[in-house]
Nanobody
Framework: VQVVESGGGLVQAGGSLRLSCAASGRTFRAYAMGWYRQAPGKEREFVAAISWNNYITRYADSVQGRFTISRDNAKNTLYLQMISLKPEDTATYYC???????????WGQGTLVTVSS
């Protein structure tokens, strides 16, 4: 599966963005998907994950209640709705996939989100 992330940009603190991850191939619906992020000078960290059938979602504590992960298997697209953004959310966000929400690897090149204070 090949993926392309989009939707990043510059936003003020408190604002919102929706990231998209468009996947190629009919096998998208077979995979658990998720998002990771990496801030400048920091390790890559898990953000959110969703099972192939939307039944299971997982979030990092730092984004719980502010970010919502979803997917549209008919459109081969993964989303991350982000609200109440904080400067510490500034990072490159990567689309990830795998066999389970606990077993993801980064597939995409990333999209940059910058939150100004």
């Amino acid at each position: 599966v090949q993926v392309v992330e989009s939707g990043g940009g510059l936003v003020q603190a408190g604002g919102s963005l929706r990231l998209s991850c468009a996947a190629s191939g009919r096998t998208f619906r077979a995979y658990a998907m998720g998002w990771y992020r990496q801030a400048p000078g920091k390790e890559r960290e898990f953000v959110a994950a969703i099972s192939w059938n939307n039944y299971i979602t997982r979030y990092a504590d730092s984004v719980q209640g502010r970010f919502t992960i979803s997917r549209d298997n008919a459109k081969n697209t993964l989303y991350l709705q982000m609200i109440s953004l904080k400067p510490e959310d500034t990072a490159t966000y990567y689309c990830a996939g795998g066999t389970a929400v606990e077993d993801l690897e980064v597939w995409g090149q990333g999209t940059l989100v910058t939150v100004s204070s």
